[in-house]
């Protein structure tokens, strides 16, 4: 797909402009919409992080805003974060990851000299960053998860492609001290360090994923079926089955890699969650949690669960 990060950068700051006006310190666009091989629209979002003098309103109400008017101009998914210039420059020389890519792997669209600045800082991978990133590919797992008891074949290869690369993240901020610009750069990165098995699996997810989304929901009919007849029909010999399975493989290692310990296998999450569904009643799946071990959450009907994935 071919993307003018000029045009999105002209219309980031108009739209911000019109909310903020003087407020507006510096705008960068950011992440994969910078790499026009690496971009799809299928499965990533417009990264706009907007620096602000101060967030004159509610947040997450500012934000649904703003994204509806990204969307509808730009006809395509916004994924916009407002700061402070003093939150962001905390967060950047943390290694957050969102932060340092709207400085390294960016299109400045205003302020470039705020970025810049930043830039010549630099900025250092700390543990509670790299502890943020672990825990957001975990949660992600989780929202796989619940789209698979949904029949949502589309949104759980969606989840699965977001929850790699932040693992990927994760463990490259604790090996390497530093944030990939992406997943390529991920791969690489990880090839050479030595990490082969790691690379190959996340090229191999990402690659497959790319491939069957514009497929998905197409398998058995799912229309009518309850959670415990859609995991099973999910966890069959399929391609989808296969891609859950490496890429809790993956997460179990980025795990391993930056807390020294083991997170439960598949086997015991699998039964967890079949013991969730095997009454049929609606339920929702939640993961999350890195200390002292991952949460898998469990929602049904006057009824919360949480069980330590150890």
């Not at 911000?16 to 990533?44: Q, T």
């Not at 997450?60 to 509808?72: C, G, K, M």
């Not at 009919?221 to 089955?241: Q, S, W």
């Amino acid at each position: 797909m071919t993307v003018d990060t000029n045009y999105i950068g002209k219309v980031a700051y108009n739209v911000a402009n019109r909310y903020f006006r003087e407020l507006v310190r510096a705008i960068s666009i950011y992440g994969p919409i910078i790499d026009r091989n690496e971009f799809d629209p299928e499965l990533d979002s417009v990264n706009i992080m907007i620096l602000l003098e101060y967030i004159p309103y509610d947040e997450l109400i500012i934000v649904s805003s703003l994204e509806f008017d990204y969307q509808t101009i730009l006809n395509l998914r916004p994924d916009v974060s407002l700061t402070t210039l003093d939150m962001f420059e905390e967060m950047y020389k943390k290694g957050y990851v969102d932060y340092v890519l709207a400085v390294h792997n960016s299109h400045y669209a205003y302020g470039g000299g705020v970025f810049r600045m930043y830039r010549q800082m630099g900025y250092k991978c700390t543990e509670e960053a790299i502890l943020f990133s672990l825990e957001r590919a975990i949660t992600s797992f989780g929202t796989t998860l619940n789209s698979v008891l949904k029949g949502d074949i589309q949104g759980a290869l969606s989840s699965i492609y977001t929850t790699i690369i932040r693992a990927s993240d994760a463990i490259l901020q604790k090996k390497m001290g530093t944030v990939p610009g992406g997943w390529v750069d991920a791969y690489r990165s990880m090839e050479r360090e030595g990490m082969n098995a790691l690379a190959h699996t996340l090229r191999d997810v990402i690659c497959q994923v790319k491939k069957y989304i514009h497929d998905a929901n197409k398998l058995d009919n799912l229309e009518g079926k309850d959670a415990l007849e859609k995991l099973t029909i999910f966890m069959r010999d399929t391609p989808y089955r296969a891609l859950l399975i490496d890429t809790y493989g993956f997460i179990r290692e980025a795990w391993r890699i930056v807390k020294n310990s083991c997170m439960a296998p598949l086997d015991r999450l699998m039964e967890i969650i079949l013991d969730a569904v095997r009454d049929r009643l609606p339920t929702e799946i939640e993961k999350r949690g890195v200390d002292p071990c991952p949460v898998v959450r469990i929602r049904k009907p006057g009824v919360v669960m949480n069980v330590e994935l150890k």
